[in-house]
């Protein structure tokens, strides 16, 4: 389907993740369980927490000065990610989407740094 769709609806989704199908074993009722969803809640919570206190909003919402305080790159990786959109064609919606779903990313995991 993602054939079927055009570069610029592409560029305004965040993420595109691909889901393998869990082998069977996986299924049984005795398989060893996932993150409960009340974990997760708690995680989402917390990082929407943090998220406030830092920008006064969540990340998807903060402006450009704001963002760009909250996603201080290391050289290093800031090197990585000009070259990641140099080589992929990246618009600079994309960087900036990518710079948001990193610090999202950090805020769940409870990092202060990207």
Excluded at 74 to 97: C, G, H, I, K
């Amino acid at each position: 389907y993602r054939g079927r769709i055009s570069g610029p609806l592409l560029d305004r989704i965040d993420l595109h993740v691909h889901v393998p199908r869990l082998p069977p074993s996986q299924l049984r009722p005795d398989a060893m369980p996932g993150e409960p969803t009340a974990r997760v809640r708690e995680r989402v919570l917390e990082a929407r927490a943090r998220q406030l206190h830092r920008a006064g909003e969540v990340n998807a919402r903060v402006g450009a000065a704001a963002l760009a305080d909250a996603c201080r790159l290391a050289p290093a990786d800031q090197d990585l990610l000009e070259q990641a959109v140099e080589r992929l064609q990246l618009s600079a919606r994309s960087m900036t989407r990518i710079l948001r779903v990193a610090r999202t990313s950090a805020d769940l995991a409870g990092d202060a740094a990207i």
